[in-house]
């Protein structure tokens, strides 16, 4: 606490949020609240997402992993604090909706997420031990860096259209390491983000630099302020089956940037579905074949040239040229074809 005081005393100018987990005991929260206050810091963080250690001792995603114990907790807070509330939530459940509507029916300010997800990153072979290995023993710990962006994402977009979360401040963290990283997070709903293990690994700098990418990307595409960007993704959003089963997109491979690796063939070819050729008049060529191609994106993603292959949306009905058919068929509603094994649910 007296590092806190220091801290905001040298830096007036800055917000200062204040991370707190205690045990869940109104008793506890109200003794801890006034000393937080007495710092002057700007804010609290309620910790409901500790995955370890913590949540051991009824704390962290302890909490985060019951509702009403957010909803309960948060409430006790605003009403013994004036600083805002910010409710941290824990990726460690099955829907994190729920625990972003307690923590709104509890009256926080905002969330933010994700906290790190349980994890055994490895195992020692010799010692049959979890690593890190501790006496000979380990345990799971927290998950977090680049490789959990998609999964923070994602949650994040959940809240933000969430009709009972809908309008809720969203701090957004997970894997962000780039100004890119940072724009996406907010374009799906978050006002702003945070970050640690970019800045463990490359040094504080990293935020300048993440700064100054962002704002140079803004003047580019002409946005003036971060309002222009927040949530814009968010309506982009949607469930599966809202999405237009008549949408046609076929992989395209640029032959003067093509190596010749066959990474692209190998892999629709034992994977897939057997769209890309090896050889053409008895030469190593790989080119789609479009009556196969299924647009299932999987040769983008292991071909080591950048653009090299591309997915190229057609028109429903395009003829393919090879066939003389059409690419795919076209259904004037595809909710109630009967080839859609969902057409009984959806005309229910």
């Not at 204040?18 to 008793?27: D, F």
């Not at 009824?58 to 009403?68: C, F, K, R, S």
């Not at 962006?149 to 969430?162: C, G, L, T, W």
């Not at 704002?215 to 003036?224: L, P, R, S, V, Y």
Request: charged share 20%; proline share 6%; hydrophobic share 40%.
């Amino acid at each position: 606490m007296r590092e806190i005081k220091q801290v905001k005393k040298d830096w007036p100018d800055r917000a200062i949020v204040v991370s707190l987990m205690v045990p869940c005991v109104e008793e506890a929260w109200k003794a801890i609240l006034p000393v937080v206050e007495e710092t002057e810091a700007d804010g609290i963080e309620l910790n409901f997402g500790c995955p370890h250690g913590m949540s051991e001792r009824g704390m962290g995603a302890a909490v985060g992993q019951v509702p009403e114990y957010i909803e309960m907790v948060v409430r006790w807070c605003k009403q013994n604090t004036r600083m805002p509330v910010i409710t941290k939530l824990t990726p460690n459940i099955t829907d994190v909706r729920k625990p972003a509507r307690a923590a709104h029916a509890g009256g926080t300010d905002a969330v933010s997420l994700i906290n790190t997800i349980n994890s055994i990153t490895g195992v020692d072979l010799d010692s049959f031990a979890p690593q890190p290995t501790i006496d000979g023993k380990g345990s799971h710990g927290g998950y977090c860096g680049p490789a959990v962006k998609p999964i923070a994402m994602n949650m994040v977009a959940e809240i933000a259209r969430d009709p009972e979360t809908r309008g809720l401040p969203i701090s957004g963290i997970g894997g962000i390491t780039t100004w890119r990283d940072a724009a996406e997070f907010m374009a799906l709903g978050a006002g702003n983000v945070q970050v640690c293990t970019a800045a463990m690994t490359y040094g504080f700098k990293i935020v300048q630099e993440m700064i100054a990418g962002l704002e140079n990307w803004m003047d580019e595409k002409g946005h003036a302020s971060l309002n222009d960007i927040v949530g814009r993704a968010t309506p982009n959003v949607t469930d599966w089956q809202y999405l237009n089963l008549n949408y046609v997109a076929k992989a395209r491979i640029d032959q003067d940037a093509c190596i010749k690796c066959g990474r692209c063939h190998i892999a629709c070819e034992d994977t897939s579905h057997q769209a890309i050729t090896s050889m053409v008049d008895g030469v190593r060529h790989f080119e789609v074949i479009e009556a196969e191609c299924v647009g299932c994106n999987l040769c983008v993603n292991v071909c080591p040239v950048e653009n090299c292959i591309t997915m190229e949306p057609l028109a429903a009905g395009v003829m393919d040229q090879r066939t003389g058919r059409p690419v795919s068929p076209v259904y004037a509603n595809w909710t109630t074809h009967p080839n859609n094994p969902m057409a009984k649910v959806a005309a229910e």
